[in-house]
């Protein structure tokens, strides 16, 4: 999963990187529902009162299934995500609103690494950390 992500255009990989923790959320949250019937209610279809990423994440930081820190690295890349899926050109992290949104990304790894760290390598880093945190 990862070496595909990394070969992937920045627009694929934040796009990616969005649904693969959304559907983390998903798991989360019907793992914790009493009801898989009516938590795939709330979490499919149209109308689901938990079927964004936005509702998916708050939902689990509300219930306690995420810490506050990982709800901020979730919105933070969610917010990356929406530059790059709310327009229909191809765009990269060096885009002057995406790369300042990577600039303000929590850093987890090696603190000399972040001072010249890409935008794209700041995402990847945090996507990472996501992926290890909340995947299988």
């Given amino acids: 999963m990862i070496e595909q992500f990394k070969a992937e255009s920045d ?3 934040a796009l990616l990187a969005a649904s693969y923790l959304d559907e983390c959320l998903k798991r989360r949250l019907l793992d914790h ?3 898989r019937k009516t938590g795939l209610e709330l ?3 149209p109308l689901a009162p938990l079927g964004s990423f ?3 994440s708050k939902a689990c930081h509300a219930l306690g299934l995420i ?3 990982t709800y ?3 919105n933070s890349l969610r917010n990356i995500r929406n530059e790059f899926g709310h327009s229909w050109k191809e765009g990269d992290f ?3 609103r995406v790369a300042k949104l990577c600039r303000k990304l929590t850093w987890h ?3 000399e690494a972040q001072a010249w760290a890409t935008p794209r390598e700041r995402f990847n880093q945090l996507a990472f950390q996501l992926f290890d945190a909340l995947g299988d």
């Fill in 11 to 13: 627009r694929a990989a």
């Fill in 33 to 35: 529902f009493s009801s």
């Fill in 43 to 45: 979490l499919d279809g």
């Fill in 54 to 56: 936005s509702a998916r």
């Fill in 67 to 69: 810490d506050g820190q």
């Fill in 72 to 74: 901020r690295d979730l």
């Fill in 94 to 96: 060096d885009m002057p």
């Fill in 109 to 111: 790894g090696d603190p």
